[in-house]
DNA sequence: TATGAATGAGGCTTCATTCAT
DNA sequence: CATGAATGAAGCCTCATTCAT
């Protein structure tokens, strides 16, 4: 008698409009206007899915995580899941999409500013950064808590975003491919270290 | 007679609000009032010495580039110098100074987004990266030119900037200490590869 | 064979709705989604039923209107049925509903702002205070139309409305029960008045 | 060198401007372009000296209670002074204003509704009451404190009050002057009921 | 009848910028 | 130079109402 429901659609729809229109312009001039518009929608629908701007960023945090992670699952070899997490943080290989990588990181730079933001950001990164511990641990045959390990782990992520954030303020800076080189010399130095 | 001009003075002070405003609420909203606030300044006088509030940015970039290179030029051994860079935009050491380093992530997050911000940063950006280049092949024992030097050069570039971006977007996922220690790691494995 | 109507049913539970979303939060702010989730119905139900939100206000005022009657009604004796429309009015005694006697007040409120609504509250005020002038005529022993008897029930209207909007308005300024004393000092000064 | 501020005399005319938007359309519906327009002002400016549009209206509680309070003060006898409460509230004789007047009641009707209002609007009812019931203990030859004299102040308050709730609300149902009648007849039932 | 998604007008508020003093 | 009031465009959000199902 009711209508179906297609609120979850919707809601993911909106989600990307969101994420379209940052690539653009930058969460806070990302208007609710662009989001619609970029999922095709009404402005005021947005609103009807969502309670506030801020809450589209919130799930759309989640979202990307999600995406991120399934690309990691996707990988078999422990190997092949450390390449697909850069890959899927930096925006190359299979399943690149450049909005989504540019939101993560413009979603990092309204985390600076913002309480909320920041708390699901962290929390997105901690779980990317125990998945990745564990990557790194099986790299340098070494325990995943091996403090060494995390250490490594916290660099990478920290290159690898880097990496991107440069890529795309001062893309001249950058040359592709140095961010997965440097990755490897990561590695290679902790395992040098290592007796 | 005239009043001696005090235009560099008041400037500075405006820059240096613009500053303070976006380490608390980044770029977006820090509001003209804000700065002028910040800088203990009447609104209006913000728009007597800046057209734009994008004029005050740019130059906030310029002297934010001004002050970094200040620390480095400080250091007299090329070791020195090279730990004064990665200090100075860790915000680590003597002279550090919160709000510029944070003020420095910030703007790279805008240049993503506004392309007369992307153009001023990544000029500064590469100024930087060519001091660098020149830090890390004196440390590599190679010629500033030379394509490992720059490699490296970029990927210390990249893993400070995402030590930084993560340590105000995800504080529990960084520790004290690891960007400088990653950073040895690059030039270790570096040093290791050369023949 | 065709479904029995319930459209009656749907009405009163629409009204009752709305009666309580004015209660807690006033006419303006009673969204149609406050009064369809306080019937239990969904929001375009509202709107098959009434076609406005204010045609729903006008019912209401009809339901307040013969609620209040019907307790006069259910009252025997003349001094009972005045003490009944007192008490209906300022919300004691046994049928008294919270959100009724508030919702009354905040008719009154709209009606002094909204012309379709004065003009229904003042028809219900006029048919109440007819009721109330042959109250007060019996109990000073007159006429009905006497004009003494007319004016004492006009202030006994006054006092009431004005004990309730206090009572809501500005809780701490009233004490319980001194409007019905107030009603009966008015009757006992009329009365001292007659020869 | 800096302009003269004109603060207090442009928040005096937007509160006046509230007003009388309040008193054609009630507050919800008074928006703030209305209140500017009412003013002569632009509607960014009123945002300029109020933060919100409710803090426009705890200032016009403020002002039209001061106002009231004038009146009081400005006549000489307990008597007159009484009277001249009840005129200022029930909005006749000189210095009648009638949008104040109805702002009043509608004021009323939103404190009924909003906690901020309604804690301002119950401490100028709370001030009002406490020199009406020195007025009324004066008339009654009663010391201020005396239990007859609150309630019979607090009974006149709300003959008043609803007085003119109705006299907006339902126009038909009241004749002028019977508030004042009423008054005079709760003072003399009290005064009987006096040993 | 009933549902709940969808629309679009309009409300409150913010803010860069201008300008009279 | 300096102040701070003033403007107006634009943003986020709400909500009565409509409509496909």
Redesign the pocket.
């Known amino acids: ?7 979850h659609q ?1 809601r993911a729809e909106i989600v990307e409009g969101l994420s379209q229109a940052m690539a653009s312009r930058g969460y ?9 518009k970029a999922a095709g ?15 589209v960023l919130l799930a759309l945090i989640a979202t990307l995580e999600d995406r991120i992670a399934a690309r990691v699952d996707a990988a078999v070899t422990p190997e092949d899941k450390l390449d697909a997490l850069i890959e899927a943080l930096v925006g190359r290989g299979p399943g690149a999409d450049d909005a989504a990588v540019r939101s993560w990181t413009l979603v990092a730079a309204e985390a600076t500013v913002d309480d909320e933001v920041r708390d699901a950001f962290e929390q997105a990164v901690l779980r990317l950064a125990e998945t990745l511990d564990g990557l790194v641990a099986s790299a340098l045959g070494c325990a995943p808590d091996d403090e060494a390990a995390r250490e490594v782990s916290a660099q990478v992520l920290a290159l690898v975003h880097g990496a991107f954030l440069l890529s795309a303020a001062a893309p001249k800076s950058i040359v592709p491919g140095f961010a997965a080189q440097g990755v490897r010399r990561l590695l290679a130095a902790a395992m040098a270290e290592r007796p």
Chains 1, 2, 3, 4 share one sequence.
């Open positions: 008698m009711a209508r179906p429901t297609n609120t919707r806070r001039a990302a208007t609710v206007q662009h989001i619609a929608l009404s402005p005021g629908l947005v609103h009807y899915h969502f309670k506030t701007k801020g809450a």
